[in-house]
């Protein structure tokens, strides 16, 4: 399967995280690069516009809920104290529905969904996929990181920072 059939076929299923560091470096636009069909639960979408601190952040999040598909999902076939309300629906709604990617920076669900062969994308995936489809540079990729960890407080590891540096090859 070729890199345009499996965007066409593919389907990604946003969390929180991922929408709030991505609108906060102005790459929401970008999602649509990456995945053509971009699905939110309503629970997100709440969670979301309950979020925004910002009215240009509040604006911008708002034109991406717009923009998406809205799913309201209530079943919660996962239990976990670990997890969310909003964390055992996205899990639960990617298992009933086997193309479904979940867009997630939250280790909890990435583990999870591994453990149930979900498929995840965080946003150094996020990024990877737009230096391959020539959206951003590496560069823009490595400046746009430092950002989100210098003022934005992106928390990732030392070890998957410097696995992010090797994919970058700079």
Do not use: W
Request: charged letters at 25%; proline letters at 1%.
């Amino acid at each position: 399967m070729t890199s345009k059939q499996l965007k066409k076929n593919s389907i990604a299923l946003c969390d929180a995280c991922v929408v709030i560091f991505l609108s906060k470096i102005d790459y929401l636009n970008y999602l649509k690069d990456v995945y053509e069909n971009i699905k939110l639960l309503s629970c997100v979408a709440d969670e979301l516009s309950h979020y925004t601190k910002t009215p240009d952040e509040k604006n911008k999040i708002h034109k991406f809920i717009s923009s998406v598909e809205l799913v309201k999902y209530n079943k919660e076939s996962l239990s976990s104290a670990a997890l969310s309300s909003t964390d055992r629906k996205i899990l639960s709604y990617a298992t009933e529905n086997p193309l479904v990617f979940i867009l997630t920076d939250d280790n909890i669900i990435r583990k999870i969904a591994l453990a149930e062969n979900i498929s995840v994308l965080g946003t150094l995936g996020i990024f990877l996929k737009l230096i391959k489809q020539g959206a951003i540079s590496k560069n823009e990729a490595l400046r746009d990181l430092n950002i989100l960890i210098n003022k934005h407080k992106f928390r990732i590891s030392i070890e998957v920072y410097s696995r992010f540096l090797n994919h970058l090859k700079i």
